[in-house]
């Protein structure tokens, strides 16, 4: 049984452990380790394309992040109010929303949104005396932000809704009984005591949108991010340089990660 | 003033001070929670400064009572009025009443300090810092943990925070301090020991306390009254004493103090005095209590401490066995097994009969009880 699980581990982290150690090679070859250097770092790092595309990636994370966290914080705390077969229904919806996919939702993004351009565009431009110049909503920067935000929404409702319910229903009863309204309660007792889930819940939304290929590839229109970048690079021939850029990205996730589930942890932990 | 008037038992006065001073009401209340009936037609006057207990056994609606009073339920029916006013679908926040949780329900993420000054800082117009900071340096002087203040809740014993909760309510001056079971959660020593100083405070602020517990010692010490629940329904109020010696049901006669109870059926009512026949044949003579008439079942309660033993029996007595006996310092405690009527307990005082102080397991004992002792009470 342990040799088995071992060699599961090998087979999930061999790979992984390969790029990584190709990114250090010296040589041309993505596939030939010929001594060690970090040049393909730094050739990365001076890449204006690569820096371009985490550019974007970082945007594009940052923003679905935040909306994410707040959207999904002020659903986690509606939906807590909430018994019976409406709140059975959203949890239906929620976990759902986790389970499908990433190919199904950037093609039902893709094609939702393309749905919606047709029938609003054309309406909009109507409004322009001319219609060449009228603003046209399409694919990019904007439905990219979007797609990433609907999906990990779900996770940060799940994340702070676990949270919240692990607080004692007392705790916001008293603060209504020393005085505090509604919102005041919410302000000086729930967020407090939530932001840790919160915050958690950001890091995993970021490590999410930075990571993500399959919903962008399908709404990204002309930009690019890093994960896009990779792809289309891979398609010339494997670099070190992508290596490089793709051990990046791995580090950094786990750190992001690391740094979540630690938050979790710690806020879930009662402190005595 | 008022205390001692309750004291002197007197049953009108006391009833018209209450009338002109009642601090809180409840006028026929009802909570009902989908079908199951947590409180029914709740009457209740609170007296203005008074210690009031709800007790009863668990589930028989005390938890919502009080959050009633504190605005965390609404009466299905009924009406409830603090200070005059109808607050029955008032926010618990615009209630002046404050609460001390059975969990404390303090706020980890502040320092003890913080917790207490919170109820303060909510207050508009806004109360300015300094005199917060006085009245939480009071407060915790008060509940004797000065110097307290930037300590963490999880740094603080049990005890402790049972005394942050009370200090976070106190310090809003309440006109009325509401407790469930605020003592549950405490070994019996430290229960011994904040019990007395819930005493002192109440008696030193003058804020009325309603308190809920299930430990009747709990209610007989604390409280000025007690009002006794049954399946949502007040059985009776009154002071201790009065529960203890006027019982209006065995219920309550069983949950105030203990007491043996001889089943029966009355053949005789005299004003407040009639006869009861019991198991056995044996027609006993008493003072009647709670809703009885002729020919109803009803039973004889005798408290432990007021049945008499003797080594020789007369007419009069009733013959037992000796079970057990357990040996308490001042009194000993028989149970006693009688033909017809069953196991008998006895609290016998510390005896000078040389033969009553040997009485052992299997011994023949006689047992009686004066007429005023016992009492008559409707069979529930
Ligand atoms: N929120 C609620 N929803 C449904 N039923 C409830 C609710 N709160 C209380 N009840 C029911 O109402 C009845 C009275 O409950 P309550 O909490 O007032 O009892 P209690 O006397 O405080 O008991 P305990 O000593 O166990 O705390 C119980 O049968 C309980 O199951
Ligand atoms: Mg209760």
Redesign the interface.
């Known amino acids: 049984m342990r040799l088995y699980a071992f060699c599961v581990y090998v087979f999930l982290y061999t790979p992984i452990a390969i790029i990584a150690l190709f990114s250090f090679s010296a040589g041309r070859s993505a596939s030939q380790l010929e001594g060690f250097s970090v040049k393909w770092y730094g050739r990365a790092v001076n890449n204006p394309f690569v820096m371009d595309a985490l550019g974007n990636s970082i945007f594009v994370a940052f923003v679905s992040a935040t909306l994410a966290s707040i959207l999904g914080t002020l659903m986690a705390v509606g939906l807590q109010g909430i018994r019976g077969p409406v709140r059975a229904f959203f949890d239906a919806l929620i976990y759902i929303a986790v389970m499908i996919p990433g190919i199904v939702i950037g093609i039902a993004t893709l094609i939702a949104l393309v749905t919606v351009f047709d029938v609003v565009n054309p309406w909009v431009a109507s409004f322009w005396a001319d219609a060449a110049a009228a603003p046209k909503l399409s694919m990019g920067m904007g439905s990219l932000i979007a797609a990433h935000t609907m999906f990990t929404l779900a996770l940060v409702v799940i994340i702070v809704r676990a949270r919240l319910s692990s607080l004692?229903a007392?705790?916001s009863?008293?603060?209504?009984?020393?005085?505090?309204?509604?919102f005041?309660t919410f302000r000086?007792?729930t967020l407090?005591?939530i932001a840790p889930a919160i915050l958690a819940g950001f890091l995993l939304s970021f490590t999410f949108s930075f990571d993500d290929f399959i919903i962008a590839f399908f709404v990204a229109g002309s930009e690019t991010t890093l994960p896009i970048y990779i792809f289309s690079s891979i398609r010339r021939g494997i670099t070190p340089e992508v290596n490089a850029i793709g051990t990046m990205v791995m580090v950094a996730s786990l750190i992001l990660l690391i740094i979540a589930q630690l938050i979790l942890r710690g806020g879930a932990k009662?402190?005595? | 003033m008022l205390k001692s008037n309750l004291d002197m038992g007197n049953e009108a006065y006391t009833e018209r001070a209450v009338a002109s001073a009642s601090i809180a009401e409840l006028n026929d209340v009802s909570k009902l929670f989908g079908t199951v009936q947590a409180v029914s037609d709740m009457n209740l006057r609170i007296a203005q400064g008074e210690f009031l207990s709800f007790l009863g056994p668990s589930g028989c609606g005390k938890t919502t009572a009080l959050r009633m009073l504190a605005g965390f339920e609404t009466p299905t029916t009924g009406k409830v009025l603090i200070d005059g006013r109808d607050v029955s679908t008032l926010e618990p926040y615009k209630r002046p009443v404050n609460m001390v949780f059975q969990s404390y329900a303090l706020f980890p993420h502040l320092t003890v300090g913080r917790n207490i000054a919170y109820g303060l800082k909510q207050r508009r117009p806004k109360i300015d810092s300094k005199s917060i900071d006085d009245k939480v340096t009071h407060a915790l002087e008060t509940v004797r943990l000065s110097g307290f203040e930037n300590r963490r809740i999880w740094e603080m014993s049990g005890g402790q925070q049972q005394r942050v909760a009370l200090a976070r309510a106190i310090v809003n001056e309440p006109k009325l301090l509401l407790l469930d079971e605020p003592l549950a959660a405490l070994d019996r020593k430290l229960r011994k020991e904040m019990q007395i100083e819930l005493q002192d405070l109440q008696r030193d602020l003058g804020i009325t306390f309603v308190l809920v517990t299930h430990d009747q010692e709990e209610a007989l010490s604390l409280s000025d009254r007690i009002c006794v629940m049954r399946a949502g329904r007040i059985v009776q109020t009154g002071t201790p004493q009065d529960l203890y010696d006027q019982p209006n049901s065995r219920y309550v006669a069983d949950f105030v103090g203990t007491s043996n109870f001889f089943d029966g059926l009355v053949n005789q009512i005299n004003g407040s005095t009639g006869s009861i026949s019991l198991r056995g044949g044996r027609i006993y003579k008493s003072h009647l209590s709670g809703a009885i008439s002729v020919g109803n079942d009803a039973c004889l309660s005798v408290r432990p401490e007021q049945i008499r033993l003797h080594l020789s029996g007369t007419p009069e007595t009733l013959e037992g066995k000796v079970l057990n006996r357990i040996f308490l310092g001042e009194h000993t405690e028989y149970l006693i097994s009688q033909e017809s009527l069953g196991n008998i307990t006895v609290l016998a005082p510390r005896q000078s009969d040389e033969g009553l102080s040997n009485l052992g397991t299997g011994d023949t004992v006689y047992m009686d009880w004066s007429a005023d002792a016992a009492l008559i009470l409707p069979k529930d």
């Open positions: 004692e007392a705790l009863e008293a603060s209504a009984d020393l005085y505090a309204t509604p005041g000086q007792i407090p005591l009662p402190k005595r």
